[in-house]
Nanobody, 123 residues
Framework: EVQLVESGGGLVQAGGSLRLSCAAS????????IGWFRQAPGKEREGISC????????YYADSVKGRFTISSDNAKNTVYLQMNSLKPEDTAVYYC????????????????WGQGTQVVVSS
């Protein structure tokens, strides 16, 4: 059974940093893509970053490019999202998601989702 567990959310002041973790189990990590999404109240879910655990390719949405960094520790089956220079508009529930991507890349339909972790950035 595929399971994803996010952690690391919390309350931080604008300009601060947080590191989110997504611990994965139940699948061969090296064949999957992992994505980070967020959803703010009243807004649609936004895909903000993803990484291929097979070829290491990454993607960042313009809204987070240059501030957020995604990384993968395949030995720990964990993907991280380092979030720097946080802004109040980054406030949202952050979700990680996974699905198979055996040929690399991370633009896939994600069918496995974590429960989310709340990030609140105060001004």
């Amino acid at each position: 059974e595929v399971q994803l567990v996010e952690s690391g959310g919390g309350l931080v002041q604008a300009g601060g940093s947080l590191r989110l973790s997504c611990a994965a189990s139940g699948f061969t990590f090296g064949d999957y893509a992992i994505g980070w999404f967020r959803q703010a109240p009243g807004k649609e879910r936004e895909g903000i970053s993803c990484i291929s655990s097979s070829d290491g390719s990454t993607y960042y949405a313009d809204s987070v490019k240059g501030r957020f960094t995604i990384s993968s520790d395949n030995a720990k089956n964990t993907v991280y999202l380092q979030m720097n220079s946080l802004k109040p508009e980054d406030t949202a529930v952050y979700y990680c998601a996974a699905d198979r991507a055996p040929i690399g890349g991370c633009f896939v339909v994600y069918n496995y989702w974590g429960q989310g972790t709340q990030v609140v950035v105060s001004s």
